[in-house]
């Protein structure tokens, strides 16, 4: 079975400029979550999506959204970058809701300059 | 408010010899429970879960945990450490009605030849 791939690997972008990410979930899972983690940090959960639906949604502001697609794949944006955006950005998949296991990918190293 | 603690920054611990890294949560209801290790640049690579049963979790790579519901304790343990454990350690717990994994802020482990 295929794992999580997230897409691109590395990013640099401006204040100011709106970014998306990109999360291809595991095979056979329907739930996508995102994390921001920090350097030096654990990870901060930012929202989870269920079949296409957002169900959870930690401590960060609107200008950070999100999609899932019904291939259960996912996006997640940032508008109006500030520079404490940067971080490791990271996908987790899981079966229905994540109860039992988390799968994630390598993350999406982003930069704001 | 949920929450995870783990009271190291670091770990040191010569090959060979038992280890032990150190976790403890605050949670209402019932903890799911995880243990994921991150190497460096690389996403987390999922150890062991415990979600109900026996208290003593056997995960990938040799680890195990003990959940300790007197404590609110769950730390990871592996009886023979090799120099390839070295890595960051990180701890997750959610409740079982909600979605979000709260996390610790990591452990280095250093296994040193």
């Known amino acids: 079975e295929t794992g999580v791939t997230q897409s691109p690997t590395h990013l640099i972008k401006t204040r100011g400029q709106q970014v998306t990410l990109r999360c291809s979930s595991q095979s056979g899972h329907n739930t996508v979550s995102w994390y921001q983690q920090a350097l030096g940090q654990g990870p901060q959960f930012i929202f989870q999506?269920?079949?296409?639906?957002?169900?959870g949604r930690g401590n960060f502001p609107p200008r950070f959204s999100g999609l899932q697609f019904p291939n259960y794949s996912s996006e997640l944006n940032v508008n109006a970058l500030e520079l404490d955006d940067s971080a490791l950005y990271l996908c987790?998949?899981?079966?229905?809701?994540?109860?039992?296991?988390?799968?994630f990918g390598s993350g999406t190293r982003l930069t704001v300059v | 408010a949920q929450s995870v603690a783990q009271p190291e920054d670091q770990v040191n611990v010569a090959e060979g010899n038992p280890l032990t890294v150190k976790c403890t949560y605050s949670?209402?209801?019932?903890?799911?429970l995880f243990w994921y290790v991150q190497y460096p640049n690389r996403g987390l690579q999922f150890l062991l879960k415990?979600?109900?049963?026996d208290n003593l979790v056997k995960g990938s790579y040799g680890f195990e945990a003990e959940f300790n519901k007197s404590q609110t304790s769950f730390h990871l343990k592996k009886p023979s450490a090799l120099v390839s454990d070295s890595a960051l350690y990180f701890c997750?717990?959610?409740?079982?009605?909600?979605?979000?994994?709260?996390w610790g802020a990591g452990t280095k482990l250093i296994i040193k030849p």
């Open positions: 987790a998949s899981s079966r229905d809701g994540g109860g039992y296991g988390y799968t």
């Open positions: 999506y269920y079949r296409e639906e957002e169900n």
């Open positions: 415990y979600i109900t049963g």
């Open positions: 949670v209402s209801g019932n903890p799911y």
């Open positions: 997750a717990v959610r409740r079982d009605s909600n979605y979000q994994l709260i």
